[in-house]
């Protein structure tokens, strides 16, 4: 006898980034999804309004007992999270965590959507939730994608700048994804692998391997490529940020294949699980980027 499918759906964190975009994919196979928003969020207005299979209500993501009410009362099977690393959003995951246990939540999908993120520095708090998670027997589903294709131009300060910064050596390889093709991807594994296959477990995708030099050079001299030890503060929010992602491809840790605790790059691990969803073709940088 076959093991049932999950059937019921929630996302929180419902931003332009990647959860209005998983919203999307869930309606675009026909998939029924409850969208819990922020009492102050405007992101809904960017969701469709005529899907019967949309779904959106709001809580205060503070208060365990009001996001536990509503995911008892939809029988929610699983739990997405795309609340924001920045802003202080993956730490509320905790208080999402405890409202899923108490409601009988199955799997809970974590804010990752990047690479394995170290016990310590930047993004640390991801691997803290995922300690929380197991701590109180919540199983979680990890997605690692690398970096979306989609925010090459901001991790190289070329939306503020009109140049291509490279704070690295620019030799080594980094995993990168379209948020189409992650959106829809997790929607796909989510309703058509069974639980079993998905419970306390880590995927590992990857649309496409480059280096940063790579990609500067599909712009092909359009714009002016830039190597530097920093990228620059004036005008570029949280530079410190990009400097240090962009200092990890040095190292391999720009990959879904590295591992924080050995320190080292594994090629084919980064693409492991793009076999989930047998037949797609993944978008390239450059179809994403119009380069």
């Known amino acids: 006898m076959s093991e049932a499918l999950f059937k019921s759906f929630a996302i929180v964190g419902a931003g332009p980034h990647i959860g209005i975009p998983i919203v999307k994919a869930f309606l675009a196979i026909g998939i029924p999804i409850l969208v819990i928003a922020r009492p102050t969020s405007k992101n809904t207005s960017a969701l469709p309004g005529n899907d019967p299979n949309l779904k959106v209500v709001r809580a205060d993501y503070t208060s365990t007992s009001e996001v536990s009410a509503i995911l008892r009362e939809n029988k929610v099977d699983v739990l997405i999270s795309t609340v924001t690393f920045f802003f202080g959003g993956v730490v509320v995951q905790d208080v999402l965590a405890d409202a899923a246990k108490e409601a009988g939540v199955k799997l809970f999908v974590p804010s990752e959507f990047g690479v ?41 300060a070329l939306t503020e700048t009109g140049k291509f910064h490279i704070a690295s050596k620019g ?106 969803w047998e037949g797609h073709r993944w978008l390239t940088i450059g179809e994403v980027l119009g380069l």
Request: charged content about 20%; some cysteine.
């Open 171 to 276: 030799d080594m390889p980094g995993s990168f994804t379209a948020i189409s093709d992650v959106a829809g991807y997790v929607a796909h594994i989510l309703t058509t692998q069974p639980p079993s296959r998905l419970l306390d477990v880590e995927v590992r995708i990857e649309g496409q391997r480059a280096t940063l030099s790579e990609i500067s050079a599909l712009y092909k001299s359009s714009v002016p490529v830039v190597y530097c030890d920093a990228l620059p503060i004036e005008g570029v929010l949280a530079a410190d940020v990009r400097t240090s992602y962009q200092q990890g491809f040095n190292v391999g840790a720009a990959s879904c294949g590295w591992n924080p605790d050995t320190k080292t790059d594994d090629a084919e691990l980064a693409s492991k699980d793009n076999s989930l």
């Open 116 to 156: 394995s993120p170290p016990a310590a520095g930047l993004a640390h708090e991801k691997h803290a939730f995922a300690v929380y998670a197991k701590s109180i027997g919540l199983p979680t589903l990890r997605v690692y994608n690398g970096l979306f294709h989609d925010f090459v131009p901001w991790v190289t």
